[in-house]
């Protein structure tokens, strides 16, 4: 079946310099992206969303890019900072169904101070 | 805020007892969902539910059932554990209605031992 996938499994980064979280997806009848953080011993929480008919959108200190033509997704994060250390997950809607979403395996990112 | 809640955050069973897993949420929504995550897998659907009373097998529901019987509350079974059951266990819920967005809320998670 169709899934979506990381490049990266693991990405260590220096406090202050920006992100960047890459996610391949397969399914192009997926209409709807959302980016999620999980920290270690909680639940994943939102961090962004996008939807196939736009290519880019900010939030605070987030930015999602989203590419079609390869079906490629990504994450950024300015000024990374030590809170940002997380799991991190990307997980699309295939359209097919108004509510179900099938996730990433995510990828594990490590702010050093 | 929305609020999903688990009934443990860490549980410990032997193989063959009947676990029950409870999840509430307080937001009125329609859907509920149980997944299990595992290293290197990341979250994998087991069931969900678009009402109450309806569910609907997701990818890896073998071992697992599911009960809905009121809109808040969804439970996860495991009607005999096994050891490949051990697992951290995620609740969320989502509302339809709510725009375009489909975004999911979480509860804590339950990591569950079976031994």
């Known amino acids: 079946g169709e899934s979506v996938g990381l490049h990266l499994p693991t990405l260590s980064v220096q406090e202050g310099d920006n992100s960047i979280i890459n996610c391949a997806y397969s399914?192009?009848?997926?209409?709807?992206f959302i980016w999620y953080k999980q920290e270690s011993g909680k639940g994943p929480q939102f961090i962004i969303d996008?939807?196939?008919?736009?290519d880019k959108r900010q939030g605070q200190r987030v930015t999602v890019l989203l590419n079609k033509t390869v079906k490629h997704l990504s994450l950024q994060i300015a000024a990374t900072q030590p809170g940002d250390s997380a799991v991190y997950f990307c997980a699309e809607n295939s359209g097919g169904s108004n509510y179900k979403l099938t996730f990433g395996k995510g990828t594990l990112l490590t702010v050093n101070p | 805020d929305v609020k999903v809640t688990q009934s443990s955050r860490y549980l410990v069973k032997r193989t063959g007892e009947k676990v029950f897993l409870e999840c509430v949420q307080d937001m009125d929504h329609e859907n509920m969902f149980w997944y299990r995550q595992d290293p290197g897998l990341g979250l994998r659907l087991i069931y969900f539910s678009y009402d109450v009373k309806m569910k609907e097998k997701g990818d890896i529901p073998e071992g697992y059932s599911v009960s809905r019987e009121k809109k808040e509350r969804f439970s996860l079974i495991l009607e005999s554990a096994s050891t490949n059951q051990t697992s951290m266990y995620l609740c969320?819920?989502?509302?339809?209605?709510?725009?375009?967005?489909?975004?999911?809320?979480f509860g804590p998670g339950t990591r569950l031992t079976v031994t």
């Open positions: 399914n192009s009848a997926s209409d709807y």
């Open positions: 996008i939807r196939s008919n736009m």
């Open positions: 969320a819920s989502s509302s339809p209605g709510q725009g375009s967005s489909y975004e999911q809320y």
